[in-house]
């Protein structure tokens, strides 16, 4: 074997060329709102998680300072070496409170969190049911533990029963794996039933609340909550980096669980604990959820409105179901969504094409916030009237 071993890069970046699926990164200037500064120019912001408008709030801001003159700014070790913190076990005692469970852990990542806890929970002797639609995280954390994998239907409780029935009892421990709102499609998992499929066949449950912390439920604690189903056995993911403002992962659940994945998790043992300046921020922007629940009120009623002018100007896109701020509306093919792309950046409308391999089918995916105006989301809505007519 002779020749350059790397050639092949080349070639395969030219295959992603060819299909219209090449991504690049766009330049974010100063802090990121419901407008945003974006290669220069102010355009309104669908492209954030960010769905309480909190990683630009000043109280997050100065929290963060705070923790860095007290602290300095990296961790210096992992958390069971040199890096743990009292300011990180508040984080987890507020997150336990928020979620209402015993306990909580936080990790550097939503990412490396599902990557870790999967890893420590299932092996080779074990199965995973997956939602075709989870998470990157997920699956590849799924893969990475080396259990067999099995994935269901998207949301389809019947195909998930079936399964369950054929090969459960083949395997020791079971896990099942979902997203709760489904990060690329904005809709939610069946919940209660899932439970009770988890129940009935002796199977864990692992959900992924990355896009439901702070935004569903009565008091912003998620999927779980409003579905009404706290108290339940389940083992609940999410992510600090979305509409906490922040960055990191954490794990809400029993005691016993948490302190098993303190001694288990590898992206938890292995790593440095989280940063002054990320654990005081998100610990700032869960005092902000628990207080303000207004916040969460506002963001509803612009997803409400966005919905409502939708169906009134725009009867020929067609928006996915969703019951989330994530609202896709879907397109025939790549390069029809980089086309609406580039066409809502020319009318100063901010809002990614998403496209495989991300997703099966291309579409334009818009984020909701708490702080967006009436006003700018009319401006989206009449952005994309232009598109819907030719
Ligand atoms: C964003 C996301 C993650 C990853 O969280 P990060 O903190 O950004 O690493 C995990 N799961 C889901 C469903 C997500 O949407």
């Known amino acids: 074997m002779s020749g350059n071993p ?6 395969s970046l030219e295959t992603i060329h060819r299909a219209d699926w090449y991504r690049s990164v766009q330049t974010i200037q100063g ?4 407008t945003v500064l974006l290669e220069g120019r102010l355009v309104i912001n669908f492209a954030s998680n960010d769905y309480l408008g909190l990683a630009s709030d000043d109280r997050l801001v100065m929290a963060a300072v705070a923790a860095v003159q007290e602290f300095g700014t990296g961790s210096t070790g992992s958390r069971l070496l040199s890096g743990h913190r009292q300011l990180h076990r508040d984080l987890e005692e507020a997150i336990a409170f928020l979620k209402q469970t015993e306990d909580a852990i936080v990790f550097s990542s939503g990412y490396l969190t599902n990557l870790g806890v999967i890893n420590a929970l299932v092996g080779k002797r074990d199965l995973i049911f997956s939602d075709q639609y989870n998470h990157s995280s997920l699956k590849n954390g799924a893969t990475l533990s080396g259990a067999a994998i099995r994935e269901y239907r998207h949301c389809d409780v019947e195909d998930l029963k079936t399964q369950l029935s054929q090969s459960r009892q083949n ?28 129940d009935r066949f002796g199977c864990m449950l692992l959900l992924d609340e990355a896009h439901a912390t702070g935004v569903l439920g009565e008091t912003g604690a998620g999927c779980v909550e409003h579905f009404g189903c706290r108290g339940k056995q389940l083992i609940q993911i999410g992510t600090l980096s979305k509409a906490l403002g922040s960055l990191g992962g954490y794990v809400a659940g029993s005691a016993i669980l948490i302190d098993y994945l ?44 966005l919905k409502q002018q939708v169906q009134q100007h725009l009867s020929n896109l067609k928006l996915l179901p969703s019951e989330s701020p994530i609202l896709c509306f ?10 609406v792309a580039e066409h809502l950046k020319s009318h100063g409308i901010f809002a990614p094409a998403i496209r495989p391999p991300t997703v099966p089918t291309s579409r334009i995916r818009i984020s909701m916030m708490a702080t967006h105006t009436l006003r700018q989301i009319q401006k989206l809505v009449e952005a994309l009237a232009v598109t819907s007519d030719q």
């Open 31 to 34: 802090r990121s709102g419901a």
């Open 262 to 305: 303190r001694n288990r998790a590898p992206s938890w043992i292995y790593t440095t604990a989280l940063s002054p300046a990320d654990t005081a921020a998100a610990l700032a922007a869960l005092k902000i959820v628990l207080e303000e629940p207004t916040r969460r009120v506002q963001l509803w009623q612009n997803v409400a409105y």
């Open 171 to 198: 395997y020791r421990r079971c896990l099942i794996l979902s997203d709760s709102v489904f990060s690329m499609d904005g809709d939610l998992c069946p919940l209660p039933a899932l439970l009770e499929l988890a």
């Open 330 to 339: 879907q397109l025939s093919n790549a390069t029809d969504a980089l086309k």
């Open 6 to 11: 790397y050639t092949w890069l080349e070639h």
